[in-house]
């Protein structure tokens, strides 16, 4: 089985919380979209209100994926242990780009109630393929990052294998999750991801526009997901 763990500097309360309340989970699972079959309300639903159950701060997702909330000192520890392959052979040919899903969402529910309890967010989402590796072409690491719509001073929020979260003042304090995984025998033509989370009255728009044609230049079969 596979864990992830994350500290959260935020009482056992508010975290579980932001696991409980739909309108909470809102602030940091995933990005806003909208499909043939729902959007991002429908999943928020389906994973976390569909044949689920808790005991105290421990919560087992339907597909067996489980939660601890516990204190820690200086805050919170979150570890999701995900059930191991072979509960939904289904699911067993995505289990991994699952996991990395978990890991991008877990530190956006760190960012979320450290730096924006309770605050809405806006969201824009960009996927790809191919050998070119954003963290790298942006220049990560380093201390002042020049992105497609702002040149910002660059503070890592999280790194793990195959991602980096960056704090983004021009957005409101936002985040930038950048995820690279190269081309390997499971995926042929690598997997490419970057997830913006913009607060206040950041123009979602003109950072769309700037974003998309930057992305574009360098993962054109992500044209799809724009038509």
Same mark, same amino acid.
């Given at each position: /089985?596979t ?5 959260? =500097?935020?009482?056992?309360e508010?975290? @579980?919380? %932001?696991?409980r ?7 940091w ?19 976390y ?29 979150i570890?999701?242990?995900? =059930?191991?392959?072979?509960a939904?052979?289904?699911w067993? =040919? ?11 969402f ?21 996927s ?22 702002? +040149?910002?001073? =660059?503070?890592?929020f ?12 021009a957005w409101?304090?936002?985040?930038? *999750? ?13 997997a +490419? /991801? ?10 979602r728009?003109? *950072?769309?526009?700037? @974003?998309? %044609? @930057? ?9 799809? /997901?724009?038509?």
């Open positions: /089985m864990g992830i763990v994350v500290t959260v =500097a935020a009482p056992v508010a975290v @579980w919380d %932001a696991l309340d739909k309108e909470k989970i809102r602030h699972h995933g990005w806003e979209y909208e499909g043939p079959q729902g959007g991002l309300e429908e999943e928020i639903d389906l994973i209100f569909t044949e689920t159950s808790e005991d105290g701060t421990t919560l087992t997702l339907g597909n067996g994926d489980e939660f601890v909330v516990e204190p820690v000192e200086g805050g919170s520890r570890t999701l242990t995900r =059930a191991p392959k072979g939904n052979p289904d067993d =040919a995505y289990y991994d780009d699952v996991t990395e899903g978990w890991i991008t877990l530190h956006q529910l760190r960012f979320a109630v450290e730096r924006h309890p309770g605050e809405p967010r806006r969201t824009l989402f960009y790809g393929n191919g050998t070119i590796n954003p963290i790298t072409e942006l220049g990560i690491p380093t201390d002042v990052l020049a992105l497609p719509d702002a +040149t910002v001073k =660059a503070d890592t999280y790194t793990s294998d195959h991602q980096v979260g960056i704090e983004v003042d409101g304090n936002g985040l930038l *999750v950048l995820s690279h995984i190269p081309p390997g025998d499971l995926k042929p033509e690598g +490419t /991801m970057a997830v913006l989370s913009l607060y206040g009255d950041v123009d728009d003109e *950072v769309d526009a700037r @974003w998309r %044609a @930057w992305w574009l230049e360098r993962y054109p079969k992500g044209l799809e /997901m724009f038509d």
